[in-house]
């Protein structure tokens, strides 16, 4: 993303309880890689998420909420519902309240960094092919025009 002009990535999204499984807690998971995505471009990401249930037929969702804005190296900077941030880490459990969080980024500075830590004058995508596949050897018809 980072490599094709993205400074900032933007998140809008509908995470929440599992239908298959309700008790099961899938935040930490969506926040974590949303960090990633954070980290592996070096650029700030900001992700949304609604909250509330709700139901369709015998089942239901309860979103998360727990929106927040990460610094380019994927330290969690704000976070809505979050009692407290502690190290740059994601709370866990925020509290499901609206809101929203605002964060002052020096896009130069960050694309600076970006630039000195070197990460994509080291990539290797002659070895990416297998990752444009299904299985990592078979074509996918829709990856066709890239190969």
Known sequence: MALQ???????????????MDPSYNSYPHWARTMLGHAAS???PVVASNR????????TSITYYGGSFISGQYGNV???????????GNIHP?????????????DLDKCRLNRIGWGVFRDRRPELYRPLITLDGAHK???????M
């Open 93 to 105: 459990s925020p509290e499901r309240v609206e809101g929203f969080v605002i964060q002052d980024f």
């Open 77 to 87: 900077l704000v976070q809505i519902g979050a009692k407290e941030i502690k190290d």
């Open 140 to 146: 996918h018809a829709a990856a066709t025009h890239l």
């Open 41 to 43: 471009n070096l650029v």
């Open 51 to 58: 909250i509330g249930t709700e139901t369709f037929g015998k």
């Open 5 to 19: 002009g993205a400074e900032i990535l933007l998140y809008p999204t509908a995470i929440g309880s599992e239908p």
